[in-house]
T-cell receptor
Framework: GAVVSQHPSWVICKSGTSVKIECRSL??????MFWYRQFPKQSLMLMAT?????????EQGVEKDKFLINHASLTLSTLTVTSAHPEDSSFYIC????????????FGPGTRLTVL | LAKTTQPISMDSYEGQEVNITCSHN???????ITWYQQFPSQGPRFIIQ???TKVTNEVASLFIPADRKSSTLSLPRVSLSDTAVYYC????????FGAGTRLTVKP
């Protein structure tokens, strides 16, 4: 199956700094990618839909100025957590749909963010 | 948008068949049913997808009754490595996850 990568796999940062997480589709093009966050023992929460060449669509309650999404190419979407605080510590995951079956999503391995 | 309801948790033993049912009473005509598996600290993995009746692949089977208001994921002869959270999603590109079912396989 297709592969989606994320970088970094984990990151520790100080409160107040910004952190960028990359999501790449390695062997296919993705005009749309999805970003999620997941707290321990909880389900994935959809944060936003990233659209290549246009603005992301954010879910209700997600601060678009805090979680900046850029989908600059058909294989790369980035999520920047701005002015991170300890409550932003979470597991961030991205996914991209299969080229032929939109409902089949390929997920990245996730990025563990810890804000001190 | 269809909402889904699954059991929060299930226990099983190695070698048994496990059936996880998902209820989706408000499923729309063009909605597909997709199941994912997630291990701790990993991204979910696609298991199977269907629209109606029965779908089978090398990993699982998916049973969908005629009214499509529910679906059952069937895992044959589970092993310890099948211990994971299983999510049922319904829709066309709708990636809002429900709570999922935490399956624990015991030796």
């Amino acid at each position: 199956g297709a592969v989606v990568s994320q970088h970094p796999s984990w990151v520790i940062c100080k409160s107040g700094t910004s952190v960028k997480i990359e999501c790449r589709s390695l062997d296919f093009q993705a005009t749309t990618m999805f970003w999620y966050r997941q707290f321990p023992k909880q389900s994935l929460m959809l944060m936003a839909t990233s659209n290549e060449g246009s603005k992301a669509t954010y879910e209700q309650g997600v601060e678009k100025d805090k979680f900046l999404i850029n989908h600059a190419s058909l294989t790369l979407s980035t999520l920047t957590v701005t002015s991170a605080h300890p409550e932003d510590s979470s597991f961030y995951i991205c996914s991209a749909p299969d080229t032929f079956s939109y409902n089949e999503q390929f997920f990245g391995p996730g990025t563990r963010l810890t804000v001190l | 948008l269809a909402k889904t309801t699954q059991p929060i948790s299930m226990d099983s033993y190695e070698g048994q068949e496990v059936n996880i049912t998902c209820s989706h009473n408000n499923i729309a005509t063009n909605d597909y049913i997709t199941w994912y598996q997630q291990f701790p600290s990993q991204g979910p993995r696609f298991i199977i997808q269907g629209y109606k009746t029965k779908v089978t692949n090398e990993v699982a089977s998916l049973f969908i009754p005629a009214d499509r208001k529910s679906s059952t994921l069937s895992l044959p002869r589970v092993s310890l490595s099948d211990t994971a959270v299983y999510y049922c999603l319904v829709g066309v590109g709708d990636m809002r996850f429900g709570a999922g079912t935490r399956l624990t396989v015991k030796p």
